[in-house]
């Protein structure tokens, strides 16, 4: 499929230096809709929707936030640690939404996976069902993302 004015506009705004230092897609060269079906693929055959992953991280984030910046083990499973930094970042598909910058750092412990995520990685997934392109610094991997969640 043919990259769309609207899609090059975000996927612009994703570029390393405009919203990030980073930006969200990595050395990705796939289109937007593209990244986002692959994943949307491996999510649904792995039996979860985007949104589902996306409240399960909120909610781990939110319990986190009871331990003021300290590790903290929830449910007897996830060990979660949270740095929370200055700032806000602005999402870069088209409507308005600031979000805080902060690192949550969570190491399963009974298979030992461990993963970091950020508040904005958390509302790309569950409203843009975006998991950042390849290589770029927070992606998420989904099977690795649900291994290390559920
Ligand atoms: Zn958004």
Request: hydrophobic share 35%; glycine share 8%; aromatic share 8%.
């Amino acid at each position: 499929m043919k990259l769309g004015p609207e899609e090059k506009r975000i996927m612009d705004k994703m570029q390393p230096g405009i919203l990030t230092v980073d930006g969200f897609l990595g050395n990705d060269n796939r289109n937007l809709h593209d990244i986002i079906q692959e994943d949307a693929e491996k999510v649904e055959a792995l039996g979860y929707t985007a949104e589902d992953i996306g409240k399960r991280m909120q909610y781990l984030t939110e319990r986190s936030k009871e331990a003021y910046e300290e590790p903290i083990l929830i449910d007897q499973k996830y060990l979660v640690q949270q740095d929370i930094w200055r700032g806000k970042v602005v999402c870069p598909f088209p409507h308005k939404g600031l979000y805080v910058k902060a690192d949550i750092h969570l190491k399963n412990i009974e298979n030992g996976i461990e993963i970091s995520w950020t508040p904005l990685n958390i509302h790309f997934i569950e409203e843009h069902g975006f998991f950042e392109g390849k290589g770029s610094k927070h992606r998420l991997d989904p099977e690795t993302l649900i291994k290390a969640i559920y």
